[in-house]
Nanobody, 124 residues
């Protein structure tokens, strides 16, 4: 079992920055691929960013490339999402997720552990 707790969400103005954190506990964090997903009001949850178990590979949805950076510290059992140049369309609940089978996936169905989410609101 892996437990995930997100933090760092809040209200920010357009163009601002936030850093989300996801603290993990339980089984070996370093053996899990990690992902960030988000769900905007009235929309389905979707992929934002991926990082492999070692941190050597990362992927992003097109709309956040160049603005968001995913990273991890396996010694601290934490994954981060640095979000810069925020736009109103980034407003959503952000979830971190863990894939214990390391499928290098951007698909929700491949992630078997999820946090409770943290709300990011970008105001214009």
């Amino acid at each position: 079992q892996v437990q995930l707790v997100e933090s760092g969400g809040g209200l920010v103005q357009t163009g601002g920055s936030l850093r989300l954190s996801c603290a993990a506990s339980g089984r070996a964090f370093g053996s899990h691929d990690m992902g960030w997903f988000r769900q905007a009001p009235g929309k389905e949850r979707g992929f934002v960013a991926f990082i492999s178990s070692s941190g050597g590979s990362t992927y992003y949805r097109d709309s956040v490339k160049g603005r968001f950076t995913i990273s991890r510290d396996n010694a601290k059992y934490t994954v981060y999402l640095q979000m810069n140049s925020l736009k109103s369309e980034d407003t959503a609940v952000y979830y971190c997720a863990a894939d214990s089978f390391r499928r290098t996936s951007t698909q929700i169905r491949d992630y078997n552990y999820w946090g409770q989410g943290t709300l990011v609101t970008v105001s214009s």
